[in-house]
């Protein structure tokens, strides 16, 4: 059981992580259509997001500890599944999102698009899975 003024990070976190895919979709569509500063604020706006996203969520499992999974049988079985390469993911974007961001504002486009053809769909995953290991962990098969 979760006390009660940790309660609110869970679906705060995972709105964070909603939010931030919300906004990469949004980016990526700006870009393909060459609104350069339309791309530019969606992207910040995610970096913004991811960045609040892991103080809160490192803040909350400080505080609060581990959450366990009480999903059985199948169910746990995909709980991991998901999760794993989400977890390993999470670790693997941080410095991608850095360099791409930084290519990016320094205007280096032909380094940025080589590498956020693989930040982006990575970072999609890690956001998505993020708000699905909430639903799983918190409205699926809550703790009591």
């Not at 059981?1 to 939010?19: H, K, R, S």
């Not at 997001?49 to 059985?72: E, K, M, T």
Request: proline letters at 4%; hydrophobic letters at 55%; one cysteine or more.
């Amino acid at each position: 059981m979760i006390a009660e003024q940790y309660a609110y990070f869970p679906p705060l976190i995972a709105g964070l992580n909603g939010t931030s895919a919300a906004l990469l979709v949004t980016g990526r569509y700006m870009i393909a259509r060459k609104r350069m500063a339309a791309h530019r604020a969606c992207m910040l706006a995610a970096v913004a997001c991811s960045a609040l996203f892991l103080g809160c969520y490192v803040y909350f499992h400080a505080h609060v500890g581990d959450i366990l999974f009480l999903g059985q049988g199948f169910w746990r079985k995909i709980y991991f599944l998901i999760l794993i390469p989400h977890v390993t993911l999470a670790i693997v974007i941080v410095p991608m999102v850095i360099i791409s961001l930084s290519r990016g504002l320094r205007a280096r486009y032909d380094r940025h698009r080589a590498i956020a053809r693989w930040t982006y769909p990575l970072w999609m995953y890690v956001s998505v899975t993020g708000v699905i290991v909430y639903f799983m962990l918190y409205r699926w098969f809550p703790h009591s």
